[in-house]
């Protein structure tokens, strides 16, 4: 029993060390990458992405505690599937960051919840609506810390 805890711990300590690596890689590199070289915001990941929505516009509210029952990978899936994952394939298609499981979902969290808060994606030129209620429900799943 004390093996398979410890065990358990060390996993759940490389998984966090794996995201801040990634996380500190695109705040570092990816806007870089992704922009034209002038000053345009509109091809950046995260806050700052043009997604054509008037910051008044977004009303979407972050919830401050899990729910009960909490949000699972099961509630949330059925929205990654039909709102992102047109454009979120990930390398197979040339796209951006997959988006096709709960290890690829619950990997970019940080990312998502900036989007979800911001109103950021799906961006308006994609032509796919989402709800707040969506939105919230995703919020949510990630404040109950991602559980699959």
């Known amino acids: 029993m004390a093996r398979s805890r410890a065990r358990c711990d060390r996993m759940q300590h490389a998984r966090a060390v794996g995201r801040i690596i990634v996380v500190s890689w695109l705040a570092c590199c990816v806007p870089v990458a992704c922009t034209s070289g002038d000053d345009d915001a509109d091809a950046g990941i995260g806050p700052e992405m043009d997604s054509g929505v008037d910051p008044d516009e977004c ?30 394939l990930g390398a197979q298609s040339g796209g951006p960051w997959a988006l096709t499981s709960y290890s690829h979902a619950s990997m970019w969290s940080d990312l998502i919840r900036g989007a979800m808060l911001s109103c950021a994606m799906p961006p308006s030129d994609a032509g796919i609506d989402m709800p707040d209620e969506e939105r919230e429900l995703i919020l949510a799943w990630i404040r109950c810390r991602s559980p699959e």
């Open 59 to 88: 009303t979407v509210t972050a919830p401050t505690e899990c729910p009960d029952p909490p949000v699972r990978y099961a509630d949330v899936e059925p929205i990654f599937q039909e709102r992102c994952v047109i454009c979120h």
